[in-house]
């Protein structure tokens, strides 16, 4: 307890580390609850209005609600926290609107400077019961429940979907990678590194033959080569990042375990008969957590980098699953254009996020170090 209030004490120093730890937290934050916070909340944020496509930031339209043919089951309030509510209407862009008879009439919005007129009756947008009062109880209804004005804070993309609902959902994958990632790696890195650096010799040399020859073959073509062993998809690519990052967490800790393993009270454990499975969990793994800390912070990073790079490539996440690196691959001849934003806005969300934990590792490495 007293090291933990030793390091908060020394991280509350460094302005830049809060200030990383703080956008971490926050981006983990909108990632649970991304659903709740995205304006479009249907499952994946895939609600696409193709007559929007590619609107700048701070768009305003007004849409008319009409309700699909086949309506979905709502699900209950946990699956909707997860995973999103299903969208049972079809959004209609409109300039404006008037009723005559039993319709109503509008002013469909195509692009700019282009529409058309479009008519639906009343009866297929009111519910039963509003369907049974008189004419102008259904028009106020309409006009209440079924037009409503959307603001898009971030613009959409090419097609017609909110950016701002992408970017927020697609903040779990980046999460999830580096999370996915990090266990992975600290797991299988602290067995094989932990179990090199005690033992030696023959041990040593076979685990470190491995970690040589995993440690040659680029990062981007050993996760291709388990891509395609395993197969594309959500979790497999999680997995595979996992299992090609543990090769520096191996090596770091197979480095402090053989210091630490001549030390007097590791002589003395040994002394007293302990096992060597409880000498490594429990007396030489805790006095290294500083240095595993640090390294499950840049192993974060790269799993986010490494996982957007591969969503641009093709191989990762699988639209319409949003992704940060996904979104760049759809977008990024808009940079190009007058209308760089779809591209932009992930890219700077990848950044901030990288950065953060690099900024935060550093902050780590600082406060561990006893040598200071």
């Keep these: 307890m007293v090291l933990e209030g030793n390091v908060l004490k020394k991280l509350r120093k460094r302005p830049l580390a809060i200030l990383a730890a703080g956008f971490i937290l926050f981006t983990a934050l909108i990632s649970i609850l991304a659903y709740v916070l995205a304006p479009d909340n249907s499952p994946l944020s895939n609600n ?5 496509s590619a609107k700048p930031p701070g768009f305003v339209t007004k849409l008319l609600l009409v309700p699909k043919a086949q309506q979905q089951p709502a699900g209950s309030r946990l699956t909707n926290w997860f995973s999103g509510r299903p969208n049972n209407y079809i959004d209609v862009p409109v300039l404006g609107y008037h009723f005559t008879g039993s319709a109503i009439v509008v002013q469909h919005y195509i692009d700019e400077g282009l529409t058309d007129t479009l008519s639906f009756p009343l009866a297929q947008l009111v519910p039963t019961a ?5 004419r102008a109880a259904q028009e106020a209804w309409v006009g209440q429940n079924s037009i409503i004005r959307r603001r898009f804070y971030l613009g959409t993309d090419r097609y017609g979907r909110d950016i701002l609902s992408r970017l927020l959902t697609g903040s779990r994958v980046s999460l999830s990678v580096g999370f996915v990632a990090v266990l ?15 033992y030696g010799g023959l041990v040593d040399s076979v685990v470190m033959w491995v970690i040589n020859i995993l440690w040659s073959i680029p990062t981007l073509l050993l996760v291709f080569a388990i891509t395609l062993s395993i197969g594309k998809g959500f979790m497999e ?6 299992l090609t990052m543990w090769v520096g967490a191996a090596r770091l800790i197979r480095g402090q375990v053989m ?7 590791v002589t003395a454990a040994r002394a007293m008969g302990l096992s060597d499975i409880r000498i490594i969990f429990r007396h030489i793994l805790p006095n290294i957590a500083g240095p595993v800390l640090v390294t499950a912070a840049s192993i974060f990073a790269a799993a986010i980098l490494t996982e957007a790079g591969l969503s641009f490539l093709g191989i990762g996440v699988q639209p319409p699953q949003p992704s940060w690196g996904l979104m760049i691959k759809e977008h990024y001849n808009f940079l190009l254009t007058n209308k760089p934003f779809p591209a932009l806005i992930p890219g ?6 990288v950065y953060s934990f690099n900024i935060l590792g ?7 170090d006893v040598k200071q």
Aim: hydrophobic share 65%.
């Design 259 to 265: 210091v630490l393993r001549e030390m007097e009270y």
């Design 237 to 242: 690519i999680f997995i595979a990042i996992g």
């Design 48 to 52: 696409m209005i193709i007559e929007l």
């Design 362 to 368: 550093n902050a780590l490495r600082d406060v561990l």
């Design 184 to 198: 992975l790696a600290l797991t299988i890195g602290i067995v094989l590194g932990s179990v090199a650096g005690y």
């Design 348 to 353: 700077v969300a990848i950044m901030l996020l």
């Design 130 to 134: 509003i369907a049974q009062q008189p």
